[in-house]
């Protein structure tokens, strides 16, 4: 298959034929697997997956008016054993951040000089036409590389969560077909003992549909903040999305404070946690309790393998000895749900990155070992995050559903791995889109130091 904006039939009722699916995204059809794929062919109708059949095998017959017309062909694009993935979940991104690094690095690469640099960014530069325009060149990246669900943490220390806000809202209009837009507020722990600020933060959230986050900290009255944030949660009817544990440091360990408030308040709402990477610092006694106390809650955890290896154990002239991720293997084998995503793109906290969920889920089954088997890996980018945001509409491949699928020349996970896939083929209500990624020249006027 060579990929290209002119493959696809030009019909309304189509074949994509030879295709390779994994496995652990399809409902409605199952088939002898290796490596986790199968072999199947997709009738695509009215932008809608119509069936997944075997291999060459008919198509479901169409109601045909009477006297019945001489059938002709289905047009058919043969993806020669191709593999082919539902469009992806983004579930942990920093649109607003994204792309201020050409004005505001890091200079030392690591955490502290992280928060310095996009505190000083955030109160110079993020008007609502900076934000708006920074966000937009992202949603178009992560458009182009395949990705059609996206939850943004979005910084909101007063006066930047209003403004950040109601730019979110604009572009989840703006976007709405295209890319589906899910926001959390990002604040320090601290500012939820604010009568003010957090009444007016709730406000903002129940305006705007948003979820409530944080980043949790090691204080003596961490218990009653987190009393505060689930009764608020409970209240307002809104999930949690939430930081946490972002460090090497051992003695930081507010994850299992986070699933025994949950617990506590029997809240039945939706609770994430991000990063949780001092979990791995921990002894295997405490890490086991930890994680039994995480699954008793029902928390969902997203580790965010490529901003952590960067930001984490980071020290001049010395060579990393952790890996910053959390303990993934053992949170899914204990019944979390887990994911990965793409967190921070050329901000401070993260140089590089362009929201392309095929890097992320390269990277993450480098650097954590989710490979040997590879049979149910496609999930952490595709199902799994979408059965964690609520939107299992997204993520998978199944009859009934829109044809938002994202088709690869490599047969093999060999195949896939080991190139950037620069040629795969995205398609939307089964179109083909326009997969040219914006020029890193349009953010040129924005860059502008002005610190």
Same mark, same amino acid.
């Given at each position: ?13 189509? +074949?994509?034929?030879? *295709? ?12 002898? *697997?290796?490596?986790?794929? &199968?072999?199947?062919?997709?009738? !695509? ?6 069936? &997944? ?45 994204? /792309?201020?690094?050409?004005?505001? #690095? ?43 669900? !996206? ?10 969560? +209003? ?15 295209? !890319? ?7 604040? #320090? ?30 204080? #003596?009255?961490? @218990?009653?903040?987190? @009393?505060?944030?689930? *009764? ?16 090497? @440091? *051992? ?23 991000? /990063? ?120 998978? &491949? ?37 997969? +040219? ?15």
């Amino acid at each position: 298959m060579q990929a290209s904006l002119t493959t696809l039939p030009d019909a309304a009722r189509y +074949r994509l034929s030879n *295709a390779r699916l994994p496995t652990i995204t399809v409902d409605g059809f199952s088939a002898p *697997a290796r490596e986790g794929l &199968i072999e199947a062919d997709l009738i !695509i109708a009215d932008g809608r997956i119509e069936a &997944i059949v075997p291999r060459g095998a008919e198509a479901p017959t169409m109601p045909m008016p009477m006297p019945m017309p001489m059938p002709m062909p289905m047009p058919t694009l043969d993806l020669d054993d191709g593999m082919v993935f539902p469009c992806f979940v983004d579930m942990h991104t920093h649109l607003d951040k994204g /792309h201020i690094w050409p004005r505001q #690095p890091n200079p030392t690469g690591d955490f502290t000089g992280a928060l310095f640099s996009v505190k000083q960014d955030r109160e110079a530069n993020w008007t609502a036409e900076d934000v708006r325009a920074r966000m937009e060149f992202s949603l178009k990246c992560a458009y182009a590389h395949g990705t059609s669900l !996206i939850r943004t943490h979005l910084d909101s220390s007063a006066p930047q969560h +209003r403004i950040s806000f109601e730019v979110f809202a604009d572009l989840k209009r703006a976007w709405q077909g295209r !890319i589906d837009l899910q926001a959390a507020a990002l604040f #320090p722990f601290d500012e939820i003992t604010d009568p003010v600020f957090f009444a007016d933060l709730l406000a903002v959230l129940k305006e705007h549909g948003g979820l409530l986050g944080g980043v949790t900290q090691m204080v #003596p009255d961490l @218990d009653h903040r987190l @009393d505060l944030l689930f *009764a608020a949660a409970a209240d307002h009817g809104l999930d949690i999305d939430l930081h946490v544990d972002e460090t090497q @440091d *051992a003695s930081v360990l507010t994850l299992k404070a986070i699933a025994e408030a949950k617990l506590r308040h029997r809240f039945d709402g939706k609770v994430v946690v991000g /990063h949780c990477c001092s979990l791995t610092r921990q002894s295997d006694d405490v890490a086991k309790a930890t994680i039994d106390r995480v699954a008793e809650a029902g928390l969902a955890v997203v580790s965010l393998p490529m901003c952590n290896m960067y930001l984490q154990d980071r020290h001049p002239g010395r060579t990393p000895r952790q890996r910053g991720v959390t303990l993934f293997h053992e949170l899914t084998a204990a019944g979390v749900q887990t994911a990965v995503a793409s967190d921070n793109t050329r901000d401070p906290f993260y140089a590089y990155g362009d929201l392309d969920c095929v890097e992320v889920l390269r990277e993450a089954i480098r650097i954590v070992h989710l490979d040997h088997p590879l049979d149910e890996t496609a999930r952490i980018v595709t199902r799994t995050p979408a059965d964690i945001v609520g939107r299992a509409d997204h993520g998978r &491949i199944a009859p009934g559903l829109c044809a938002n699928l994202v088709a690869f020349s490599a047969r093999t996970w060999s195949e896939f791995l080991s190139r950037p896939q620069s040629d795969r083929l995205v398609m939307r209500d089964g179109k083909a889109i326009d997969t +040219r990624l914006p020029d890193y020249r349009e953010l040129d006027p924005l860059m502008v130091q002005t610190i």
